[in-house]
């Protein structure tokens, strides 16, 4: 199986902050890296797919990069909605596998 | 609209058999991948299974802690998806989401979501 690690597991921080989460798989796993936003009480949201491809509807803050292992999401100027827990999720082999989630609360 | 509509989560025994459904509509349910992905309380998401769509080869997967308990169906006449679970244990405590994505190219992800339904597994 695919382990998915994030960092940081918590930050706090401030609105306008930049935020940067890593993930790093335990293989490669190419490009077939998604993030999702969880607020409480939702199901996940999809953010980004194939590692760096914006979901449609999804603010421009934010960016994801990477390839092969390790992959980073970038959250250029946070915002007061953006106050959330974020998730990795790898799709290039069954089981599917998250990373643990990194919680994004105010300073 | 897209819409994934999960129901049949309640409280069960241990040892005991629950079948949830997802209720599919807004697009051509039999073209598409679906997945269910549960998460316990205060924890992160854990994808269960998926099953491929006939055209893609109807295949289904399921993650380990499932497999030989958990049975996962497809009626595409009725839009809807199953999720049968047998012999259920308190780990099995979870928000269960019915997931998929209508783009059809990879990587595979999940767009859309359901509302999810609680299965509670206790004495």
């Known amino acids: 199986d695919i382990q998915m690690t994030q960092s940081p597991s918590s930050l706090s921080a401030s609105v306008g902050d930049r935020v940067t989460i890593t993930c790093r798989a335990s293989?490669?796993?190419?490009?077939?890296l998604n993030w999702y936003q969880q607020k409480p009480g939702k199901a996940p949201a999809l953010l980004m797919y194939a590692a760096s491809s914006l979901q449609s509807g999804v603010p421009s803050r934010f960016s994801g990069s990477g390839s092969g292992t390790d992959f980073t999401l970038i959250i250029s100027s946070l915002q007061p909605e953006d106050f959330a827990t974020y998730y990795c999720q790898q799709s290039y082999s069954v089981p599917l596998t998250f990373g643990g989630g990194t919680r994004v609360d105010i300073k | 609209e897209v819409q994934l509509v999960e129901s049949g989560g309640g409280l069960v025994k241990p040892g005991g058999s629950l079948r949830l459904s997802c209720a599919a509509s807004g697009f051509t349910f039999s073209n598409f991948w679906l997945s269910w992905v549960r998460q316990a309380p205060g924890k992160g998401p854990e994808w269960v299974g998926r099953f491929k769509s006939k055209i893609d080869g109807g295949t289904i997967d399921y993650a380990a802690p499932v497999k030989g308990r958990f049975t996962i169906s497809r009626d595409d006449s009725e839009n809807t998806l199953y999720l049968q679970m047998n012999s259920l244990n308190t780990e099995d405590t979870a928000i269960y989401y019915c997931?998929?994505?209508?783009?059809?190219?990879?990587?595979?992800?999940?767009?859309?979501w359901g509302q999810g339904t609680l299965v509670t597994v206790s004495s």
């Open positions: 293989q490669s796993i190419s490009n077939y």
């Open positions: 997931a998929t994505d209508l783009s059809r190219r990879p990587p595979p992800r999940w767009s859309y």
